[in-house]
């Protein structure tokens, strides 16, 4: 797959849950942006929050992450989401300003490394 099928968002859009390349013109700074940025569909869970619950067990924190639903972090929209990392150091998300015009998947890694 080459790398310069770029496809329109008003076209189509990525999977749920896709990681893609992303670009935008960046008006501000008369700059051609490329990112790499997650796809998420409202509703759709990004990740997990970590059980900080100090009467929890390590088995019942191990659960809360893998099973219960109530510890997902949600998109409270559609759109492109960074991943960062909040003070504490947990992961969190945060929608990307909606600039985004054109997507393209990403290719396959090498086969031999």
């Known amino acids: ?9 008003h076209d189509e859009l990525p999977e749920s849950g896709q990681r893609v390349l992303t670009y935008y013109y960046d008006n501000s700074f008369e700059l051609h942006q490329i990112d790499l ?3 998420h569909d409202k509703g759709s869970a990004m990740g ?5 619950d100090p009467n929890h067990t390590t088995r019942e924190r191990l659960f809360n992450a893998l099973y ?3 510890y997902d972090i949600v998109a409270p929209e559609d759109g ?3 991943s960062e990392y909040d003070k504490d150091g947990d992961v969190c998300y945060r929608k990307h300003k909606d600039c985004i015009t054109h997507w393209q ?3 396959q890694p090498p086969k031999e490394v």
């Open 37 to 39: 940025l997650e796809y």
């Open 48 to 52: 997990t929050k970590p059980d900080r």
């Open 105 to 107: 998947p990403l290719p």
């Open 1 to 9: 797959m080459k790398l310069d099928k770029w496809i329109s968002v």
């Open 80 to 82: 492109f989401y960074i």
């Open 68 to 70: 219960n639903t109530d």
